[in-house]
């Protein structure tokens, strides 16, 4: 079983800021900006590679939660960002699709590539 549904099923602690019947969100044991959660589904899928159609309501849910959290965080005026990390090449590190809502701060961007070949 994955660190993720580990938390999922109360095997694991996490400092967890929303919970229902197919979601919960927690906060990020590493945070890189002040409020930094992260939503997964309770259902294991292991990357977004994985997605199928039956998981569109799903997947939805997810952003909305992630709103929902933003609003009652705050953070929802001045802006956040969501993101999904996928597979090694994209960052993903636990293998349960994971949504991260980061924001309490000014953002920006440095994505690029380290030039090197993953295996």
């Known amino acids: 079983m994955c660190l993720f549904c580990k938390i999922a099923n109360h095997q694991?602690?996490?400092d967890i800021v929303y919970e229902d019947e197919q979601i919960i969100a927690f906060k990020?044991?590493?945070p890189i900006t002040p409020v930094h959660i992260l939503i997964i589904s309770?259902?294991?899928i292991s990357s977004i590679t994985e997605i199928k159609e039956e998981?569109?309501?799903l997947f939805g849910k997810m952003i909305f939660v992630a709103k929902k959290i933003?609003?009652?965080s705050g953070l929802s005026?001045?802006?956040y960002k969501l993101l999904f990390r996928v597979k090694k090449y994209g960052g993903q590190e636990v293998e349960h699709v994971h949504l991260h809502l980061i924001g309490g701060g000014m953002l920006y961007e440095d994505?690029?590539?380290t030039g090197k070949e993953v295996k």
């Open 77 to 79: 005026e001045k802006g």
């Open 111 to 113: 994505i690029h590539s």
């Open 12 to 14: 694991q602690k996490a």
């Open 70 to 72: 933003a609003d009652d």
């Open 42 to 44: 309770k259902k294991h």
């Open 28 to 30: 990020d044991i590493k």
């Open 55 to 57: 998981d569109i309501n």
